[in-house]
């Protein structure tokens, strides 16, 4: 690779209080050369233009403030503390989004780019963990509940720590090429691409208790028979309602209607299963109420994005 041109100005945001972890990946790999050359003419940011600490106490210095965002090619959000960003970051990335900039927000970095306003039309993700309150105060956003990244016209958003080096190799391949990228990602001893997404590291975990009493002894029942089929009628026979209360009650206490509530509890299931025992695909299907090896791999594959099989590779004892 040879640079007919200047490599593109990087400006990386830093604040007070950052993950250390979410923050190196960035910082690390948009220094990196190739071949003796730089991928980027890369500079670091913050607020008022003064050092930063990270969260577990790194002293981190900076090229200037806010105004080098506005020289930027590139500008990365990696993570974010707190509970709004500046007002001045915010239009720094309004002024920049609307000059078609470039702009990645990684992992809590979504959130960020959210309240700058700057999402609209745009698919986006962020870290598992973020999903519901990013729901909650962005409810006009669409967000993806499973990839790693998401590349959206000059949006490029991803999810948690790991995804982050994901979506930054990512990134460098479609500037310099997969060569770039990958011999990059070998020097970090990473894969240049993973497969599945973020589901396959959300474990789920459907209520199992609930106040009203008579669905609670229901949940107590259906996690004692997880293997075995059950109906709507059979089950609000049980607890003495119609099926129309039975729905009412059961969605009210679980957020979930009972077809959800089963799959996610069976789901979970299969996770244990597969990441403590080598019991076969097919017993685990069995066992877990999904019946046949077929349904379950459909089941699994729609949740997680991954195989079981994948799954177990990954997560196995």
Same mark, same amino acid.
């Given at each position: ?59 981190? +210095? ?32 309004? *002024?920049?989004? +609307? ?23 745009? *698919? ?138 089963? *799959? ?23 066992? *877990? ?29």
């Amino acid at each position: 690779m040879t640079f007919t041109h200047q490599p593109p100005k990087l400006i990386l945001y830093a604040q007070n209080g950052c993950n250390d972890f979410v923050f190196n990946i960035p910082f690390s790999l948009f220094q990196a050369t190739y071949q003796g050359q730089k991928l980027f003419d890369f500079g670091v940011c913050s607020d008022n233009g003064k050092a930063i600490v990270s969260e577990f106490g790194a002293k981190i +210095a900076v090229n200037g403030d806010l105004s080098l965002l506005n020289t930027a090619d590139i500008i990365v959000i990696s993570g974010f503390v707190g509970d709004v960003p500046s007002a001045k970051l915010c239009q720094k990335l309004q *002024t920049a989004h +609307a000059q078609g900039k470039k702009i990645i927000g990684l992992c809590y970095g979504t959130f960020v780019l959210a309240f700058a306003d700057i999402l609209q039309n745009k *698919t986006v993700v962020t870290h598992w963990a973020g999903e519901r309150a990013f729901k909650d105060k962005f409810q006009n956003i669409q967000l993806d509940s499973n990839r790693l990244y998401i590349d959206d016209g000059n949006i490029l958003t991803s999810a948690g720590a790991f995804a982050g080096l994901d979506c930054c190799l990512y990134f460098i391949r479609t500037l310099y090429g997969a060569k770039v990228a990958n011999e990059l990602a070998r020097n970090l001893v990473s894969a240049p691409h993973r497969e599945g997404g973020q589901a396959q590291f959300n474990a789920i975990s459907p209520i199992s208790h609930a106040k009203d009493k008579k669905i609670n002894e229901l949940l107590q029942f259906l996690s004692d028979n997880l293997d075995k089929p059950h109906t709507l009628d059979e089950l609000a026979e049980r607890v003495h309602l119609s099926k129309r209360s039975f729905h009412r009650h059961f969605k009210s206490a679980t957020h979930m209607t009972l077809t959800e509530w089963l *799959t996610a509890k069976r789901l979970s299931l299969a996770q244990e299963l597969l990441e403590s025992t080598d019991f076969s695909i097919e017993v685990i299907a069995h066992q *877990t109420g999904f019946g046949t090896a077929s349904h379950f791999r459909m089941q699994f594959k729609a949740r997680f994005g991954v195989s079981p099989q994948s799954f177990r590779k990954s997560f196995g004892g």
